[in-house]
């Protein structure tokens, strides 16, 4: 078998040189490029192509205020030193979306006839969409570092109070700080985590 592997520096990169950032330069990024991770990150797989992942990119001043006190106070920093904080959120209607991006097999009749599938499979893609943000980033010379210290209710309420969206997770983008990068913890070897059989 011939595989077409990346090269050592890219998958230093996107991986093992990679790390999770706690604090960032005052450097900014631009919308373009915000752009740019959006048209990245759209071509990973989720289930039936239902891609509920809804991005909110966090950069002014007011837009950071109004996040803030939903934050765990040692969370607080990192995202006022971030050029923006992503709230990687869930669409709780995504499969109205369902007949033009997924065409060829009527998805939308499964969930309507299983509304108890809707939540988990939002929640689930949702978050591999924000996982292919964080490596988005990476290819493209970022640096990042998620969160989940903060209170979803508040920033659904300041964020999205219509109730159609859910927040997951936030992810600090920017250009790190080396202060905020802390000595690389272990990881569990293969025997410990996995097993072929």
Not at 6 to 23: E, G, K, M, P, Y
Not at 129 to 144: E, H, N, P, T, V
Request: proline share 8%; no cysteine; charged share 20%.
């Amino acid at each position: 078998m011939t595989l077409n592997a990346l090269s050592d520096a890219a998958l230093d990169q996107l991986f093992r040189q990679a790390r999770t950032v706690h604090a960032f330069k005052p450097e900014a990024v631009s919308d373009d490029t915000i752009r740019q991770l959006y048209d990245l990150l759209k071509w990973g797989p989720t289930a039936f192509n239902a891609q509920p992942a809804r991005y909110v990119f966090v950069k002014s001043a007011e837009a950071k205020a109004k996040l803030l006190p939903a934050l765990m106070p040692g969370n607080v920093p990192q995202v006022q030193s971030a050029a923006v904080t992503v709230i990687v959120a869930h669409d709780t209607r995504f499969t109205e979306h369902l007949p033009a991006q997924f065409p060829g097999y009527d998805a939308k009749a499964v969930f309507d006839a299983n509304p108890a599938f809707v939540e988990p499979t939002a929640f689930r893609n949702s978050s591999l969409q924000g996982a292919y943000l964080i490596l988005a980033a990476r290819a493209l010379g970022l640096d990042s570092g998620a969160m989940s210290g903060f209170d979803p209710q508040a920033v659904n309420d300041a964020f999205f109070p219509d109730g159609r969206y859910k927040a997951n997770f936030l992810l600090n983008i920017g250009v790190a700080d080396p202060a905020g990068i802390y000595p690389r913890a272990p990881r569990l070897a293969f025997d410990e985590a996995a097993q072929i059989v």
